[in-house]
């Protein structure tokens, strides 16, 4: 407790993990809002009997108290039974001289139940192929994170605010990736 602040973070259980484990960041303090307006089944589902509200954000708290954000729960990427998660990808590849924004998304695979596809606008002038990218992010991070797929595009789909809408590209891509399967 911070403050007034409570955290904690839990599995999909909602029982408490140890410190350094990752799982869904849950609150609870007198700030903490009290549920969504008219809307009782959402705020039955994120908030528990003793008003514990779990955010669908994933992080771990070390030993001090720190909490690390790892990304969003509904984002996370399950390949093979490794949990990938996109924020990860996403630094790396926002590192990459060549890359002006990107993001990480999942898609269907029968066999390792999802594949990790990365989505990349360049910078103005430059040009980069897919195997390119692949052996960047492999130096930085474990192989099995490594995108299966890189997709370049000229825009992203955003809210007024420009922030990437994830659930909208997720569907374009796909699409693509299933056109492309077939083809």
């Known amino acids: 407790m911070t403050d007034g602040v409570n955290l904690k973070i839990v599995n999909e259980h909602r029982e ?21 307006y008219k809307m009782e089944e959402q ?7 003793d ?8 992080g771990s708290l070390d030993e001090k108290g720190y909490l690390r954000f790892v990304g969003r729960k509904k ?11 996109p924020q990860e ?18 898609y269907p695979n029968e066999v390792l139940g ?12 430059e040009s980069c192929t897919p195997d390119e990218i692949k052996e960047y992010v492999k130096t930085f991070i474990a192989t099995y994170k490594v995108p299966s797929k890189v997709v370049f595009v000229e825009e992203f789909p955003v809210t007024a605010s420009g922030k990437i809408q994830k659930g909208k590209l997720k569907e374009k891509m796909l699409k693509l990736v299933h056109t492309s399967e077939t083809d």
């Open 75 to 85: 984002e996370m990427i399950i390949r093979g039974g490794y949990n990938i998660y």
């Open 43 to 49: 705020t039955k589902k994120v908030f528990d009997e």
């Open 114 to 125: 999802e594949l990790v596809c990365a989505v990349i606008k360049l910078k103005k002038g």
């Open 16 to 36: 408490m993990l140890p410190v350094g484990e990752v799982g869904e960041i849950a609150c609870k303090s007198l700030g903490t809002m009290k549920g969504y």
């Open 51 to 58: 008003g514990w509200y779990y955010t669908g954000d994933l």
């Open 89 to 106: 990808i996403e630094g790396v590849l926002a590192k990459h001289p060549k890359v002006l924004e990107c993001a990480v998304v999942g």
